[in-house]
């Protein structure tokens, strides 16, 4: 070690020996913050700067170090110290737990001077991989939104995801219609009253399952009565296709697993049905968020490779013998509209995509067959090792709804705040 980065060693480490010794002496989470970003807390630079940025805004340090696996040694030895005491005592223990030298060197002060050291010489990145090599579409799609929010999602890990009133009305909504097809698999064999009562009494229960979640009881009621108006269009929209060509639903919430050169992948179905007449399967992925206006916009994002999760689908449903004709998205946002889902026939020959507005289309095989490619492109990369950094997206909308933005120093901002931050 030259005689500078010694220097700089000596005022980490006595920085760090400071911050543990305060620590010693009260608990504060201020110095424990100060020690979790030092190169001698033993944490990854990543992670010590998302854990102290969350504490920043939130408190809670110490439990969410001890609920995070690879912080939990240092959480242990926070505890440890808190119980240690003051003195000559604590400084030794600082020193053998967290493997300073027995005798830090001073900083070099000369005459109350100051002295400025050249910046520290930064280590060579490693590259890093994906820890458990079983991924998801949506895991994916986050990875090609941006790679950094995949990095601080399935690599570090670092940020709860506490849920939203959206996440819960959509998670009570898919369990009400997970019920209803249980107990109708053949919805046009129904009598539509018993049919609308039946679900409107599911999304009653389902909601009520989930009341604490919502932070608000007026937001609890709020989300109820949207989600009581969409069901009635639901069923609206059930019986007229049912009507138009009977069908079967041969499961919800299906497991979806499937191994494509070597990578496993893993999801669920939100729903199957099955063409009685053709026993082609149709594949129904309900979106209570935002979603494409039009065919030709969704199979847009598929061509783009902007989203893996219905030609993941595909696959797992082909893996498993069946012919899958229809991939569908069923919009449940809107209770004001009617439930119009958007739909790609998957067709065998090459097709223009168009620019129609319409909400049905079609999906050439080839196009998913790039889509699959891709996917294990992807998961090649992912998993190489060679990756030393994940890049921040490009585009400002990506941060909007992104748990990481408080941690995330490169964000882009949209173009109009640019300038005034
Ligand atoms: S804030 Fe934006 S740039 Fe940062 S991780 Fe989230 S999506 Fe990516």
Redesign the pocket.
Known sequence: MSFKESIVQSAEQRAFLTAALAWTRRPDERHAVRMLRSPFSGVPQELGAAYAALSASEGGLLDRVAQERSLAPFAASLRELEKIGDGETARNEIVRRFQLEADVPPVAVERGELKLCEPAVPEPRLGMRAARPRFSASQLNAYV?????W??RYMCGAVEDKGSSASFYGTAFHAALEALHGEFPRPGDAEPAELSLKLEGLVNSAFDRHRNNFETPVEYELQRRRAQRTAKKYVEWLLAEAKRASFTVVGCELSAELEMEGYEFIGYIDRLDRDDKTGAVAVIDYKTGTIATSAAEYREKIRQFKDFQLPFYYWARTAEGDKVWKLALLPLKDALLDVQPIVLEVVPVPSEIGRSQSATGVIPLSELERARERMIDICAELTAGTTAAFP??T??S??TY???????A???YPPDQRFGR
Do not use: L, N, Q
Request: glycine share 4%; aromatic share 14%; net charge positive.
């Open positions: 939104e941006c790679p950094r929010k990095f601080y921040v997206t585009d400002p990506a941060c992104c748990s990481y933005a408080i941690a995330c490169g964000r882009p």
